[in-house]
Nanobody
Framework: EVQLVESGGGLVQAGGSLRLSCKGS????????IGWFRQAPGREREWVSC????????HYVDSVKGRFTMSRDNAKNTVYLQMNSLTPEDTAVYYC???????????????????????WGKGTLVTVSS
């Protein structure tokens, strides 16, 4: 069974850090780009970042550039999202998702119904207090 499982969420104070993990199983993990998305209370799902499987390039939404960093350990079928300098605006359920080979970067901040990934995790909650 194909699975993506996020972990590492929790409660932190503004200015703090968390590292999220996304572990895949049941598919050829290293052939897939892995993206991070988040959904804040009352809002639509937002694209955050992506790590391409082809060239290793990473991409980030402007609001997290310089604060969030993706890394990848294909031997462990795991992708990480290091989140620093967190703010309350980062509070959300964070999801990882996989798509074949390369990152499809949404043209808008919030993904639309026509934006699809091949596999999705169930999310991990990040809460940043002020």
């Amino acid at each position: 069974e194909v699975q993506l499982v996020e972990s590492g969420g929790g409660l932190v104070q503004a200015g703090g850090s968390l590292r999220l993990s996304c572990k895949g199983s049941g598919f050829s993990f290293d052939d897939y780009a892995i993206g991070w998305f988040r959904q804040a209370p009352g809002r639509e799902r937002e694209w955050v970042s992506c790590f391409s499987s082809i060239n290793g390039n990473t991409h980030y939404v402007d609001s997290v550039k310089g604060r969030f960093t993706m890394s990848r350990d294909n031997a462990k079928n795991t992708v990480y999202l290091q989140m620093n300098s967190l703010t309350p605006e980062d509070t959300a359920v964070y999801y990882c998702a996989a798509e074949w080979q390369s990152c499809t970067i949404p043209v808008a901040r919030y993904i639309t119904e026509d934006y699809t990934m091949d596999y999705w995790g169930k999310g991990t909650l990040v809460t940043v207090s002020s």
